[in-house]
């Protein structure tokens, strides 16, 4: 099955209905959530987060090599 | 070569005050790479400070970025005039560079002024490069406040993500 640029608009249009819809409200409960992820030890100051970017170009090159095989 | 760190360093090295802020900010707090989300540009914070922006626009230029405002080049010369002009209109500016980088200074956090933020800074480590980014929760009550289509994706996904690591971590 061959897309389409129409099924290419098709989702964007979907997308952008969906991102409409969503309604995230800051309660407790997230509010709860940040303040752990925050006071993490590995989130203090000085830490090296040299993960990230390695990660996310790792993640980035194996999508860059993906291909659609259906 | 990491092209974001290079600049960073520049920064750095011109004394710039700026933070992290968006989606990468938000990255640098993931518990793990479950909680990490790619994302076209990153956004760089700054204080409504002309001098402070015409060494910002130095630090970029030095590392091989291009300068846009409202996609046409930023004018010239890039001195404390134009920047008193871009500061007076809180007009955003974008660095490209040749590989595709993007990286947005904005002098606007929704909902923030830049010394609450700057204040509550963390600092983190990326190889010998220290980054300055914006606390968690500044980045994601600025995209609360934002609201816009993309904000709201991200808070969705943001906020499920957080919720099934730390349940999994307890």
């Not at chain 1, 979907?14 to 800051?26: K, Q």
């Not at chain 2, 700054?46 to 846009?68: I, M, Y």
């Not at chain 2, 209109?89 to 830049?114: S, Y």
Request: aromatic share 8%.
């Amino acid at each position: 099955m061959s897309v389409t640029l129409e099924d290419g608009l098709r989702a964007l249009r979907e997308s952008a209905e969906l991102a409409r819809s969503i309604r995230i409200e800051l309660d407790d409960e997230y509010l709860r959530r940040i303040a752990e992820v925050e006071a993490m030890p590995a989130n203090q100051s000085g830490s090296d987060k040299t993960w990230v970017r390695e990660l996310i170009d790792a993640s980035e090159r194996h999508l860059a090599r993906a291909v659609q095989v259906r | 070569m990491d092209h974001f760190k290079a600049l960073v360093q520049a920064l750095g090295s011109q004394q710039v005050r700026f933070v992290v802020i968006g989606v990468w900010g938000a990255n640098y707090y993931a518990p793990s790479g479950a909680a990490t989300f790619r994302t076209e540009d990153r956004d760089l914070f700054l204080p409504p400070d002309p001098d402070n922006l015409v060494r910002a626009w130095r630090a970029c230029e030095a590392t091989g970025f291009d300068l846009r405002s409202d996609a046409e080049p930023l004018d010239v010369p890039r001195d404390r005039f134009l920047a008193d002009r871009v500061v007076e209109r809180r007009a955003a500016v974008r660095a490209t560079n040749r590989q595709g980088l993007d990286v947005d200074l904005t002098l606007v956090m929704a909902g923030f002024d830049f010394e609450t933020v700057w204040n509550e800074r963390r600092t983190f480590q990326v190889e010998d490069v220290a980054v300055p980014v914006a606390r968690l929760l500044h980045i994601v009550t600025s995209k609360h406040t934002a609201g816009r289509d993309k904000d709201r994706l991200f808070l969705a996904t943001h906020k499920q993500a957080l919720e099934d690591l730390l349940k999994k971590q307890q």
